[in-house]
């Protein structure tokens, strides 16, 4: 599947909110409207995030894990919001509290759910998805520390 790719951080939300326009107006849209993410431009952000706090407000964007129930339980990134499998996340996406401008990001084992999640999400109007390349699988390859979730 072909999405938008960055190579950049995230730097700020009003940054990135500035990039997404600039993307926006610079052409047609994909088929694909959902973005890619990759582990170390996620732990930046959240690093960045790290003295302000783990809401979303102070993040920057919202992080939902959309693996399983039983999945979830066994580690989280750390800063992780809430858990919503993929296959709920279309009648259950109110629940992230998420405005159709606010930036979400999901992720899950592999990346495959999460890209279904992420489409499904852009397809309800929200316009800042992105999809965590890799998901669980990358973030733990890169040697990142996983939390127990706490809900």
Known sequence: MKHRRFTIGLVSASGLALL???LAASGPASAYHSFLL???QL???LDKAAGKGTSPTAK???LVDVRS???HVTGVIPGTDLNIEYTEIKRRHREIGAKPDDHVVVY????QRSNIAAETLADLDYK???NVRGSMN???AAGYSVDSPDR
């Open 20 to 22: 997404l326009f600039v």
């Open 60 to 62: 920057g964007f919202f």
């Open 108 to 111: 899950c084992q592999s990346g």
């Open 128 to 130: 800042h998805v992105y």
């Open 38 to 40: 990759t582990v170390q």
């Open 69 to 71: 129930p039983e999945e």
């Open 43 to 45: 732990k930046a952000g």
């Open 138 to 140: 990358a973030w733990v």
